[in-house]
């Protein structure tokens, strides 16, 4: 008093008094009260389930964090560390006290309670008017209790509203007529209903009229209807695919579960929880897809894993394609691989025999897939003008063509068929695009099957047509592989020797030196050269590194030729050459001498006739002046012979070099030579006017022009004047062309070959004065040269004698043979 202390005053609550208060809140069957403290310890509770009252100290975590924080009031949804059921609660801490109430409302009987509060309330106020005629006080006492109810009763339609707010389902109840009696505006949203719109309305009438399909729905069999009519009220349906339909006509999948409403033991309705699953509907199709696109891709590439040649890969391609389920393309297609400017179809499935031939080749560019083939994807919904073949009978379709394509170049075309009208589908397409580029994989992967085959076989083809015995092995010289040259010099198969170390093969001494030898490849990177000389055999080696794209050698290649018999033909043929140098030799001195001595006779001979014949003078009788000039000209052909001789030996017997030299010059000196035959014979003669530098000799070449000019006027026809046409040209491989052209009496085929043979004369000996000897010098001539010559001649009409010669450059003069 009077501002001091005067004591404290204790009021004792019982726990039964709390429990009392709080059991004249409506919370449902399984909903519950509870009072708790600072130090977490129940301070008194109310349930009309069966539990404790107080005297717990097991809250659940998330009214520990609230009690720990003295939180503001708010809702929250747990399980119960009473007695483990799971309520909506509603948490407020006590002013100005260390208590926390918390009330808790099951999810099972929330929104009934809410209708029986309802109830209550209607017949409290029925009550009210009647008490309010009896008594003032009661009257007073009854509003203020009322006042208290419909405060309990507010925030109880309020927790209810928050539930149905904040659940991401749709949430509506039903009553036995099947009219919409709440609903929230998760399902308002789904349903695409306005909010003054739903109540009163038959739920089955406006979502659920009908299947997905579009056929009817009757009520009869509508879940919803089938929870109503079940008499026990303990049904409970779950359906997990069926569609809902919206106002605006559209329709979306959707998974339900729908409850019976309870009241005082009968069912007066039922609570129906949907939700809308077309997200997960879409990820689980798009997940099925991505299964089926890959189970599809693995098994083309699964096929190509196998020893099946390409074409054989893509036909099981196609038919793994063409039987998808899950693609709108019919049985059939192709596909088509580039060769060069066109396609070439390498497989395909149910085509008629008239595609197969008319298509079998198409050009780039031309019809849809050769227009594919430039890198654009195809599409047609029906026959068009880019169909550019056709035949009597084809039915209208369409297509997909795609272009197979990698690292920028066009390999081929997937060409697909689809119904006439078909829609292009961007899904569709994506995966023909995916499908096409896998098989642009096998057909590289095959290309590179190809090469690799061909490559290993061109190169044990060629390791194997050497005659040389051929090897490959790494730093420790085990042997990678050997060609059958070799495996013959150990007695054994390639394939025995393969994977063997190759010095094991060898002697010690001779492995050891032979290490020595590679030794030095494998250390300078520089190829060695060894003659290998053993048991009477001659081995020539060459050894060669092989490294990488660094530089570096990884292994070495040997290369072994037996050159034992190349040898001893070597030094056969030094001795015979040898020996037909010194022959040659002797024979030409012999001829020289030979011709010097046999002209003397032969002038000495001519010269008597002579003496003789003017000795006789007239008195000589005229068959004795015959005989004496059959001797004279038989003794003048033997000179002529002998000097033709002489001049074919003397051919390529020079010592100098042939030069550079213009054929224009020796053409020259031939046609002075040839001064009186060409006049006499009364010979037309055209030359070039080009000039022709070769390497020749000068003397030898012309007297190459004039045999064969001085043969054109002496073999010319006997009723026109010789004409002869020499002409040259370079005919490339450092070589020129002549030729020597006539209109003579020409040169029967057979005797082509026998023209250029010594002592060959294809006329009769009386006719024309010669020896046989001057073509044959001419080739002789002309082989020295390091040319040839050939004959091209049309009996009565003429000759031509063509021949090459080198063009101007040094070389050395080659042995006459």
């Known amino acids: 008093m009077n501002g001091k202390f005067a004591g404290t005053v204790h009021v004792a609550l019982t726990v039964e008094s709390l429990s009392r208060m709080f059991a004249s809140i409506d919370i449902g069957e399984n909903g519950s009260v509870g009072l708790w403290n600072d130090r977490l310890t129940l301070v008194a509770r109310h349930s009309p389930l069966s539990g404790p009252t107080s005297g717990i100290n097991t809250p659940s975590q998330a009214l520990r964090d609230l009690i720990a924080t003295n939180a503001r009031p708010q809702y929250y949804e747990t399980v119960s560390g009473v007695d483990g059921l799971t309520r909506l609660f509603f948490y407020r801490k006590v002013a100005h006290w260390p208590l926390h109430l918390v009330v808790g409302v099951s999810s099972k009987d929330y929104l009934a309670g809410w209708n029986r509060e309802a109830n209550y309330l209607f017949g409290l106020a029925f009550v009210f008017l009647v008490a309010s005629v009896g008594a003032s006080l009661i009257i007073h006492r009854t509003m203020m209790e009322l006042v208290r109810l419909r405060i309990d009763a507010e925030q109880a339609r309020r927790r209810s509203d928050l539930v149905l707010a904040s659940v991401g389902e749709g949430i509506c109840g039903i009553d036995l007529d099947g009219k919409v009696t709440f609903i929230n505006a998760g399902a308002r949203r789904m349903l695409g ?107 083309c590439l699964r096929h190509s894993l196998g020893g099946q040649s390409l074409a054989q890969v893509l036909d099981a391609a196609l038919a793994e394609l063409l039987d998808l389920p899950w693609l709108s393309l019919e049985a059939r297609g192709a596909v088509f691989v580039r060769d060069g400017a066109s396609l070439t179809m390498v497989a395909q ?69 689809v119904a006439p009208g078909h829609r292009q589908d961007a899904k569709e397409q994506r995966f023909l695009e995916m499908f096409a580029d896998t098989l642009a994989g096998i057909i590289m992967r095959k290309r590179a099957e190809q090469t690799l085959q061909e490559s290993e076989a061109l ?90 794209d660094n530089g570096k050698v990884r292994q070495v290649a040997v290369f072994s030729r037996d050159i034992t018999e190349q040898r001893s033909a070597v030094r056969a043929i030094e001795k015979a050459m040898d020996d037909l140098a010194r022959s040659n030799a002797e024979l030409e001195q012999f001829a020289y001498v030979a011709s010097h001595d046999l002209r003397q006779p032969l002038r000495m001979i001519s010269s008597y006739l002579a003496l003789v014949e003017r000795k006789l003078g007239p008195d000589l009788p005229a068959e004795i002046r015959d005989f004496l000039n059959f001797a004279v000209g038989g003794a003048k052909r033997m000179d002529a012979l002998i000097l033709g001789l002489l001049e074919y030996s003397r051919v390529g017997r020079g010592e100098g070099t042939l030069l550079p030299i213009d054929l224009a010059a020796p053409l020259a000196d031939a046609m002075e030579n040839l001064a009186p035959a060409i006049n006499e014979g009364q010979a037309r003669i055209t030359i070039p006017d080009r000039p022709a ?9 012309t007297r190459l022009f004039q045999n064969l000019i001085g043969n054109a006027i002496k073999y010319r026809s006997p009723d ?63 082989q020295h040269h390091g040319g040839r010559i050939w004959i091209e001649s049309t009996p009565g009409q003429g000759s031509t004698f063509l021949f090459t010669l080198p063009a101007a450059a040094v070389r050395q003069p080659e042995p006459a043979g």
């Open 193 to 299: 209903w306005a909010d003054d719109f739903g109540i009163g309305e038959v739920l089955h009438e406006q979502t659920h009229h009908h299947h997905a399909d579009g056929t009817p729905y009757p009520i009869e069999t509508c879940p919803i209807r089938q929870v109503m009519d079940n008499k026990g009220g303990s049904l409970v349906l779950r359906v997990e695919d069926e569609v809902y339909w919206r106002a605006d006509g559209s329709n979306f999948p959707v998974e339900y579960s729908t409850a019976p409403l309870i009241e005082r033991g009968r069912v007066v309705g039922a609570v129906n929880i949907f939700r809308d699953i077309s997200e997960r509907r879409a990820a689980q199709a798009m997940m099925e897809w991505n299964l089926a696109t890959t189970e599809a891709l693995a098994n």
């Open 720 to 782: 026109r004047a010789p004409v002869i046409d020499v002409a040259w040209q370079d005919v490339g491989d450092g070589f020129w062309q002549v030729s020597v052209a006539d209109n003579g009496t020409g040169i029967a085929a057979d005797d082509f070959d026998r023209a250029f043979g010594i002592f060959q004369r294809l006329v009769q000996k009386d006719s024309v004065e010669g020896t046989g000897i001057g073509l044959a010098v001419c080739r002789k001539i002309v």
């Open 459 to 548: 190169a044990k083809a060629l390791m194997n047509a050497t005659i040389d015995a051929a090897m490959l092995f790494d730093r420790d010289g085990n042997l990678l592989a050997v060609n059958e040259s070799l495996a013959a010099r150990f007695g054994k198969e390639p394939k025995d020797l393969v994977g063997t170390n190759f010095f094991a093969l060898l002697p010690p001494s001779l492995a050891e030196s032979r290490r020595q030898l590679l030794e030095q490849v494998w250390t300078s990177g520089q190829p060695q050269h060894d003659i290998d000389e053993r048991q009477g055999r001659i081995f020539d080696n060459r050894i060669h590194p092989v490294a990488d």
């Open 693 to 701: 530098e070769v390497a020749g000799d000068h003397i030898e070449l």
């Open 349 to 417: 499935r149910n085509l008629p025999d008239q595609i197969c031939q008319g298509c079998q080749r198409v050009a780039i560019g031309q019809c849809l897939c050769g227009t594919a083939a430039t890198g654009t994807v195809v599409f047609a919904d029906h026959l068009d003008h880019r169909h550019t073949f056709g035949f009597d009978g084809m039915g209208d379709h369409g297509h997909y063509c795609v272009p197979i394509h990698a690292e920028g170049e066009v390999l081929g075309v997937l060409n697909t068929y």
